[in-house]
């Protein structure tokens, strides 16, 4: 079983990374962006322990809330691939 966890920050937490991307797509000629958020991906492998989904789901949510992401300032969601 495959998860797939992103975290970014929250829409009120100030991004430089992502302006300083932004600022170098608009010097390489990409005029049209907007803006730029950028995150972290993290693409875990989990043993097939016969868990049920809820319990996988409890222990994906505890990796982002106690390791993965900083939870005042960033935002976390994942994804289960069965």
Known sequence: MKATITIELKPSVLDPQGKAIQHSLSTLGFDGVEDVRAGKLFRVTLADSGQPREEIERQLRQMC???LANTVIENFSY???E
């Open 79 to 81: 994804t289960i691939e």
């Open 65 to 67: 809330e106690r390791l």
